[in-house]
DNA sequence: TAGATTGTTAATCGATTAACAATC
DNA sequence: TAGATTGTTAATCGATTAACAATC
């Protein structure tokens, strides 16, 4: 028995049955049956137990699972971690939009500091982390140990923004960007093109009836 | 030969392909040849020729692709049209922020106007676009013929929304809110949950090597 | 013609699902 | 015990890739 590689796929399932426990949490559940779960998560009840067994056994028999301790372990297999630091790269609109949006810290990531080219045509802007010159990016990070980042400058810089977080030490990307990046095996890049996402809503409406389906 | 259902994935993919021949075009380009578009995008040349095939044949061999017809018949195929418009339906910081998104009107989507059910807190900020209270979307997106919505409120409130959206005949919607909705089989949802995709990279960093590929 | 590259098939790979023995 | 539900295997499905004949 070595440790298991979990697909991807299973990983976003897996965060979204963790955040549903939270829920059956909150209103006194202590049990709860994998068709319940699968159920209010929108996939089977067999892939969820499928999930499940990458990070071991945790059900009983005739009986379901204990809400809580399931929902400490997948916390636990995730790697969830209190409080990770995250930097924001780039402060233009889209980026201090996501300053402003609550969701992250619900999650426990913490974004310290923003960076920007163009810090001076910023100054009239409220925001609220501390905004640095772009030059101060592979300091921080350093300083900082932070492996997260999220991406939100304009497809042409985006390229020489990574190669400059990647030689800092960032290990995982969260790009808004739309555009493809380049990097080493060991950085994880995950992709929020908006463009793309739009595009390809379009081309599925009125396709109706047999679309194939997806979760993003 | 019926029409070929095409998956989502290679949605996706095609569309990368027409933005990368869009710039392929404006540097002069007139022929690319399988291999070269498909390094550009990331994906294997087989690939980028299965997904093609799809759409019909548009290459000669020996050749490669003529990079402009190509364009304009993956535009023709996407079903892309001049301008397709789009309502917001939550107008809080992160809906505000995506309608300051430059990005969508590029695309070829219009936002034509944001909806919240607390439009008199929000007489402050400066929108960009015409904001209405919630109870008016129905008659406006009848009015308009719109198909296609951006949702951001919060995860509460956000199957309730949906429920007069698709009533009002949307078709097709993008999905900030970290939540599982219900829909009809002929509406379409792709969900962008932010929180997900930090703790989905979350897992990956550290874990270096072997992890799994794929781009969202 | 010889070299290049497509379009397409067949082989491979991975993910989903049904089914059921184990067992509470 | 009888009924319920897990954990896991085997079957199915779909997507990716290698390979190559067709052909410019």
Redesign the pocket.
Known sequence: MEKPVI?Q??IYRISLYGRCLERLHENGHEM????ALAAATG?????L??D??YLG?????????PVEALRKAIHEGLGRVQLQPVIMVGAGNLGRALLRYEGFKKGGYEILAAFDSAVESLSGRKISVPLYSSEELPGFVKKHKVQMAVLCVPGEYAQEAVNVMVDAGIQGILNFSPVVLQVPADVTVNNVDLSLELENLNYFIRKDSKS?KKSG
């Open positions: 697909p796929k299973s709860v049956s994998s068709s996939v089977k009840s067999s892939q137990r499928r499940l067994a056994t945790f059900g009983t028999r005739g009986r379901g699972y194939p």
